[in-house]
């Protein structure tokens, strides 16, 4: 482990501290990693709270990274929500706060993630078609594209676009 990781734990998330951890990241890294992909106006509307109750209303299966005390990186998976992909899990989320991109936590959150998810062959996930970024880091996991796409309206339209990974 680099030293740069020592003091980052991976650990499922079990206290209401940690869900509201959760809710920050996934506010702030969608602020930090959407500018120019989701509209700035629907960014600037989202909020810390909207997003902390999101993670209270939906708790399980999620994934905490922290730095001692403070959470800086979640994940959450599952069985497929996809009608044509039903033997498959899924990645619904992955984010990381950009202050610890390139410290391998988004890196450790998936692989805990795919390893909650050994009875599928099949794992994929959503990705916004312009995140470079994000689509970069899972190519590197295996991901590829699959050719479905999907519209979505957040303040105006986005696309994403779904990448599969197969296991031997």
Known sequence: MEALNDSICIKTAETDEELCGRGYVHCTSWQ???RGIVSDRYLDTMTVEATTARARNFPDNTL??????KVVGFAVYGPSRDEDLKDAGEIDA????SEYY?????????????SRLSEYKTIFLWVFE???RAIDFYHKYGFEF???K?????GGPV???RMVMERE
């Not at 905490?64 to 005390?69: L, M, N, Q, S, T």
């Not at 390139?102 to 795919?114: C, D, F, T």
């Not at 999907?150 to 957040?154: A, S, V």
């Open 150 to 154: 999907r519209e979505w309206n957040l």
């Open 159 to 161: 696309s994403l676009v």
């Open 64 to 69: 905490v990274a922290k730095d001692k005390d």
């Open 130 to 132: 312009k995140n470079e």
């Open 146 to 148: 699959d050719g479905s």
């Open 94 to 97: 992955i984010y990381v706060l």
């Open 32 to 34: 930090e990693a959407y």
């Open 102 to 114: 390139g410290r391998k936590v988004g890196y450790r959150l998936m692989n805990e993630a795919i």
